[in-house]
């Protein structure tokens, strides 16, 4: 469900909030923020992309000369999935959370601070 910027996915005990790039088609995202919002108020944060996305980053760095001339790539909350599109990145998420190792791929933000 859209929500403003945001795309919102409710599943049971948690929601899973995107922030995809205006005007792409929810199927052929292949680079995105995301947020893991726990019903007990725990947050995840992570970035999605795609492998071909990181092929094109570090290609574009190759010729820019950034990151040893693209010789690495790094993401410290990253998780590379094969498939693009946001209902792939769902059950990849889904199942991070199902098995718990979302704890280790995601980085813990903490509750939602309700003074702001």
């Known amino acids: 469900m859209w929500d403003g910027a945001f795309y919102r996915v409710q599943r049971d005990g948690y929601e899973i909030c995107f922030v995809p790039d205006a005007g792409v088609p929810l199927d052929e995202i292949d680079d995105v923020d995301m947020w893991v919002v726990f019903d007990h108020g725990e947050r995840w944060s992570g970035t999605i992309c ?51 190792d979302y704890r280790t791929v995601f980085r813990d933000i903490g509750p939602e601070d309700m003074d702001d």
């Open 50 to 100: 795609t492998l071909d996305n990181v092929h094109r980053v570090m290609d574009r760095w190759r010729r820019t000369g950034e990151c040893l001339g693209g010789r690495y790539f790094h993401v410290w909350d990253g998780l590379i999935v094969r498939d693009r599109g946001i209902p792939g990145m769902v059950d990849v998420v889904d199942d991070l959370v199902r098995s718990g």
